[in-house]
Nanobody, 124 residues
Framework: QLVESGGGLVQPGESLKLSCQTSGFNFDDYDIGWFRQAPGKERERVSCISRRTGTTRYLDSVKGRFTIANDNAANTVYLQMTNLKPEDTAVYYC???????????????????WGRGTQVTVSS
């Protein structure tokens, strides 16, 4: 099970930190990714992290603004989002994959477990 939290309504330029709490499976075996889906748009990969190597990957439009981090002891992965823009508005999902993030940037079909999402709205 994956449970996202930390979404909300913020103004452009502000920050949010999303959390993805995992349970019910062997967290150590899986790499974790964040996706988002805006109304009328396809789900897109935002970021992911290899829990073995620490390799991180980001969507080009969020590089330098978003940071993904892993807390093994807490079985939690975070997505720190800064300088948020209206185009970041979406439902954000975390997901778990057995595919090696250290080798490539997995897409939605590569993930086995999904959370239910948390809404992020950036608006003035």
């Amino acid at each position: 099970q994956l449970v996202e939290s930390g979404g909300g309504l913020v103004q452009p330029g502000e920050s949010l930190k999303l959390s993805c709490q995992t349970s019910g499976f062997n967290f150590d075996d899986y790499d974790i990714g964040w996706f988002r889906q805006a109304p009328g748009k396809e789900r897109e990969r935002v970021s992911c992290i290899s829990r073995r190597t620490g390799t991180t990957r980001y969507l080009d439009s969020v590089k330098g603004r978003f940071t993904i981090a892993n807390d093994n002891a807490a079985n939690t992965v975070y997505l720190q989002m800064t300088n948020l823009k209206p185009e970041d508005t979406a439902v954000y999902y975390c997901a778990a994959t057995l595919e090696p993030v250290a080798v490539f940037f997995p897409d939605a079909d590569d993930y086995d477990y999904w959370g239910r999402g948390t809404q992020v709205t950036v608006s003035s």
